[in-house]
Nanobody, 122 residues
Framework: QVQLVESGGGLVQPGGSLTLSCAAS????????MGWYRQASGKQRELVAA???????NHADSVKGRFTISRDNAKNTGYLQMNSLKPEDTAVYYC????????????????WGQGTQVTVSP
Protein backbone atom coordinates (compact mmCIF):
# COMPACT_ATOMS: atom_id res chain seq x y z
CA GLN A 1 0.00 0.00 0.00
CA VAL A 2 1.20 3.49 -0.83
CA GLN A 3 2.06 5.62 2.18
CA LEU A 4 1.09 9.28 2.20
CA VAL A 5 2.72 11.83 4.48
CA GLU A 6 1.29 15.30 4.90
CA SER A 7 3.31 18.36 5.86
CA GLY A 8 3.32 22.13 5.67
CA GLY A 9 0.71 23.07 8.22
CA GLY A 10 1.14 25.73 10.85
CA LEU A 11 -0.26 28.82 12.50
CA VAL A 12 -1.17 31.67 10.20
CA GLN A 13 -3.12 34.89 10.52
CA PRO A 14 -6.39 35.41 8.67
CA GLY A 15 -5.69 36.36 5.09
CA GLY A 16 -2.42 34.48 5.09
CA SER A 17 -1.23 31.61 2.95
CA LEU A 18 0.14 28.10 3.39
CA THR A 19 1.15 25.34 1.03
CA LEU A 20 0.56 21.77 2.13
CA SER A 21 2.46 18.83 0.69
CA CYS A 22 1.51 15.18 0.39
CA ALA A 23 4.51 12.93 -0.24
CA ALA A 24 3.71 9.49 -1.59
CA SER A 25 5.90 6.43 -1.39
CA UNK A 26 6.10 3.95 -4.25
CA UNK A 27 6.07 4.39 -7.99
CA UNK A 28 2.37 4.38 -8.83
CA UNK A 29 1.44 7.84 -7.54
CA UNK A 30 1.04 9.13 -11.08
CA UNK A 31 -1.75 6.71 -11.95
CA UNK A 32 -4.20 7.52 -9.23
CA UNK A 33 -6.46 10.37 -8.31
CA MET A 34 -5.78 12.13 -5.04
CA GLY A 35 -7.63 14.39 -2.70
CA TRP A 36 -7.20 16.67 0.28
CA TYR A 37 -9.57 16.35 3.21
CA ARG A 38 -9.87 18.30 6.43
CA GLN A 39 -11.40 17.65 9.80
CA ALA A 40 -12.15 20.45 12.21
CA SER A 41 -12.55 19.72 15.88
CA GLY A 42 -15.93 18.17 16.55
CA LYS A 43 -16.83 17.93 12.87
CA GLN A 44 -16.80 15.24 10.23
CA ARG A 45 -13.95 14.92 7.78
CA GLU A 46 -14.77 16.69 4.52
CA LEU A 47 -13.30 16.68 1.05
CA VAL A 48 -11.61 19.95 0.20
CA ALA A 49 -10.25 19.28 -3.27
CA ALA A 50 -9.43 16.46 -5.67
CA UNK A 51 -7.18 16.06 -8.66
CA UNK A 52 -7.22 13.29 -11.24
CA UNK A 53 -4.17 11.51 -12.57
CA UNK A 54 -4.55 13.68 -15.66
CA UNK A 55 -4.64 16.92 -13.71
CA UNK A 56 -8.35 17.77 -13.71
CA UNK A 57 -9.35 19.42 -10.46
CA ASN A 58 -12.39 19.94 -8.27
CA HIS A 59 -12.63 22.21 -5.25
CA ALA A 60 -15.28 22.43 -2.57
CA ASP A 61 -17.41 25.55 -2.78
CA SER A 62 -16.10 26.71 0.59
CA VAL A 63 -12.54 26.97 -0.76
CA LYS A 64 -13.10 27.68 -4.43
CA GLY A 65 -11.06 30.67 -5.55
CA ARG A 66 -8.83 30.47 -2.47
CA PHE A 67 -7.32 26.97 -2.53
CA THR A 68 -5.62 25.23 -5.42
CA ILE A 69 -4.81 21.54 -5.60
CA SER A 70 -1.92 20.42 -7.79
CA ARG A 71 0.51 17.56 -8.21
CA ASP A 72 4.04 16.86 -9.37
CA ASN A 73 4.16 13.26 -10.51
CA ALA A 74 7.93 13.38 -11.00
CA LYS A 75 8.25 14.12 -7.28
CA ASN A 76 5.43 11.79 -6.19
CA THR A 77 3.96 14.77 -4.37
CA GLY A 78 0.63 16.50 -4.21
CA TYR A 79 0.06 20.06 -3.02
CA LEU A 80 -2.66 22.26 -1.64
CA GLN A 81 -1.99 25.97 -2.01
CA MET A 82 -4.17 27.85 0.46
CA ASN A 83 -4.62 31.60 0.15
CA SER A 84 -6.86 34.10 1.92
CA LEU A 85 -7.15 31.76 4.87
CA LYS A 86 -10.04 32.17 7.26
CA PRO A 87 -10.49 31.02 10.86
CA GLU A 88 -13.03 28.46 9.63
CA ASP A 89 -10.25 26.79 7.62
CA THR A 90 -8.71 25.68 10.91
CA ALA A 91 -8.53 21.89 10.83
CA VAL A 92 -6.26 18.89 10.45
CA TYR A 93 -5.64 18.36 6.76
CA TYR A 94 -5.17 14.91 5.25
CA CYS A 95 -4.45 13.55 1.81
CA UNK A 96 -5.62 10.26 0.42
CA UNK A 97 -6.00 8.46 -2.82
CA UNK A 98 -9.57 9.01 -4.02
CA UNK A 99 -11.94 7.20 -6.31
CA UNK A 100 -15.02 8.57 -8.07
CA UNK A 101 -18.31 8.17 -6.24
CA UNK A 102 -21.16 9.59 -8.24
CA UNK A 103 -20.72 13.34 -8.43
CA UNK A 104 -18.03 13.37 -5.79
CA UNK A 105 -15.08 11.30 -4.56
CA UNK A 106 -14.50 8.92 -1.72
CA UNK A 107 -11.26 8.00 -0.01
CA UNK A 108 -9.60 4.90 -1.40
CA UNK A 109 -7.46 3.96 1.58
CA UNK A 110 -9.33 3.08 4.76
CA UNK A 111 -6.53 4.31 6.99
CA TRP A 112 -5.36 7.87 7.34
CA GLY A 113 -1.99 9.41 8.04
CA GLN A 114 -1.17 11.84 10.83
CA GLY A 115 -2.36 14.81 8.87
CA THR A 116 -1.04 18.32 9.27
CA GLN A 117 -2.61 20.93 11.52
CA VAL A 118 -3.61 24.26 10.05
CA THR A 119 -4.62 26.96 12.52
CA VAL A 120 -5.87 30.32 11.32
CA SER A 121 -5.96 32.82 14.13
CA PRO A 122 -5.08 36.49 14.75
Amino acid sequence: QVQLVESGGGLVQPGGSLTLSCAASGSIFHIYDMGWYRQASGKQRELVAAITSGGSTNHADSVKGRFTISRDNAKNTGYLQMNSLKPEDTAVYYCNRVTPAGTTWRPFFGSWGQGTQVTVSP
